[in-house]
């Protein structure tokens, strides 16, 4: 492997290719005619634009990416986290064109992408799991004894689902029809599948994943966990590595458990096992992400691996570079995503920023695409950085955050900065007492 093609714009691609200059690898970005000014464009060895702003005609369109990798030469191609990272079919054309793909097989990806599919892996693997149905379920009266036996409140989820889009909670046999129907047609208008599948619902559990690392050679890592419950409708906005509820017991556990999900099925590459925790600490699969995440850098920080540099080297085909029994957490990392944001509507506020002052000094690390005279574009993701803090405990890893959000200056735009500010000072967070309702139940 000599060259690789980011297929992916902002910080994601700006830490691509930093992993990538580090081991000596060429790189070539993509952009779309809105990313002419964009920081990927500038770092990298080549830049080739691939489209008009909109993502379906450049990020999203295959054609342009193949085209671009071709003309430049490539040997890799790395997806970064959304756009074409979980698309299959983008994986198997990368493979059919002799390109290395920088993740996982296209089978794997398509075989975790799909929720029912999953299921049965992580069943068959002995994962826990929540009561629930058999595969999709396909009739109302197929639904009702599902209902009948798992109970309620129960959720229904689209097969292709994610994002949390399309889910229907239901609490009562009466409303069962109804929800059901709704289901089913939101499976097919957003994903193109009509498949459902219906869980015992979880009213107010912790989000807890698992980092895998795992090579061609039959090592399987995992690297601890990140707790990543602090959302707002399914967007991610703090993340902490390790949950800070876990203990010794717990963590070896869960690693365990995605671990013999991975082996099962012969997972290579970097993945996420997602579960969900009950009040009472049981944990229950939820799904697998088959790519590197936003929140990586967390267990970068207390595992002392570059995640991302390990996913490359193991494209290429190398060996772990470290010991899978022994990998050694130490300290704790927490990450902000910083919004260009409407801090009362959370809407996106995209513009020039005017002036940045980037906060740094001891456990201070920033993963970002702005600088002072760049305009964020109003038709991508709003998220313009990520702030990871690293403390030997919690308490000083928090101290570092509220200290490194004081420094940080983004003029000309509006940001969430201080909605983490406050979010820092709250004494349940504080205290490590969150979940996925927090911030609908909690006043900042
Ligand atoms: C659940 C759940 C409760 N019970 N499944 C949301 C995203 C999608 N991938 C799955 N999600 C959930 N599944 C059962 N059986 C609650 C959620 C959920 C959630 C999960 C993780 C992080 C944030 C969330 C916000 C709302 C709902």
Request: hydrophobic content about 40%; some cysteine; proline content about 5%.
């Amino acid at each position: 492997m000599k060259k690789v093609l980011i297929a992916n714009r902002g910080e994601i691609a700006v830490r691509v290719i930093r992993a990538c200059q580090e081991l000596g690898l060429k790189t070539v970005a993509v952009y779309s005619v809105a990313d002419k000014e964009s920081l990927h464009t500038k770092i990298a060895d080549e830049s080739i634009c691939i489209g008009p702003g909109p993502s379906i005609k450049s990020y999203l369109h295959i054609p342009a990416i193949m085209s671009a990798a071709e003309v430049a030469g490539v040997d890799a191609l790395h997806p970064g986290y959304g756009f074409l990272s979980e698309n299959a079919e983008f994986a198997a054309c990368c493979e059919k064109y002799n390109l290395t793909f920088i993740g996982p097989k296209a089978e794997h990806i398509r075989a975790l992408g799909n929720k029912v599919e999953a299921r049965a892996l992580a069943e068959a693997a002995n994962v826990p799991m929540l009561p629930g149905s058999d595969g999709a379920v396909s009739s109302i009266d197929e639904a009702k004894k599902v209902a009948e036996k798992i109970g309620f409140p129960l959720i229904i989820k689209a097969a292709a689902g994610g994002g949390g889009r399309g889910m229907k909670v239901v609490n009562k046999m009466g409303d069962l029809d109804v929800q059901f129907q709704i289901a089913q047609q939101e499976a097919q208008s957003f994903f193109g599948n009509p498949d459902v599948f219906i869980e015992r619902y979880c009213a107010k559990p912790r989000h807890v994943e698992v980092q895998l690392v795992c090579d061609h050679h039959g090592n399987y890592a995992h690297i601890g966990e990140r707790d990543c419950s602090i959302q707002r409708r399914h967007q991610k906005l703090v993340e902490e590595a390790p949950c800070p509820v876990f203990d010794r017991q717990k963590r070896d556990e869960i690693g365990q458990i995605a671990v013999r999900l991975a082996k099962q099925v012969g997972y290579r590459s970097l993945g996420t096992v997602e579960f969900l925790m009950d009040e009472d600490g049981s944990v229950y699969f939820m799904e697998v992400n088959t790519r590197a995440q936003v929140e990586h850098p967390v267990t970068e920080m207390v595992g002392h691996i570059d995640l991302i540099k390990e996913q490359i080297k193991i494209a290429a085909g190398d060996p772990l570079s470290f010991d899978p029994n022994q990998v050694e957490l130490r300290g704790h990392a927490m990450e902000c995503r910083i919004n260009a944001e409407d801090p009362d509507t959370f809407a996106p506020w995209p513009g020039k920023i005017t002036a940045y002052h980037e906060p740094g000094g001891p456990g201070v690390r920033i993963d970002s695409m702005i600088y002072s005279g760049y305009t964020v574009p109003s038709i991508y993701d709003s998220m313009i950085a990520k702030l990871i803090t690293y403390g030997k405990d919690r308490e000083e890893c928090i101290v570092r955050m509220r200290r490194a959000l004081g420094e940080m200056k983004v003029d000309g735009i509006r940001t969430n900065i201080n909605f983490h500010l406050k979010l820092f000072s709250h004494p349940k967070f504080i205290a490590g007492d969150v979940s996925t309702k927090f911030l609908e139940q909690e006043t900042l």
